[in-house]
């Protein structure tokens, strides 16, 4: 389990929260289930199990793997 991070939807700017995802492969984590999703609260990019690819970008001065799409 690792956290990587997913940008929020309908925020006016990019934001991004870390969320717990289990690695599959070099580029694609799954969103784990557990955690806690609001849609009334936030709007995620990507869902909880939802497959996605990473990569590796400057979040606040350090480098965090972000969802960049959804893996096939």
């Not at 969320?19 to 984590?29: P, R």
């Not at 955690?35 to 936030?42: A, F, G, T």
């Amino acid at each position: 389990m690792k956290n990587i991070f997913i940008r929020l939807m309908d925020e006016g700017t990019d934001v991004f929260r870390p969320v717990s995802a289990t690695k599959i492969s070099d580029d694609v984590y799954e969103i784990d289930e557990s955690n806690s999703y609001d849609p009334k609260d936030e709007v995620w990019e990507f869902l909880p199990g939802t497959l996605v690819k990473v990569e590796s970008r400057l979040l606040s001065g350090q480098a965090e793997l972000v969802a960049i799409e959804m893996a096939q």
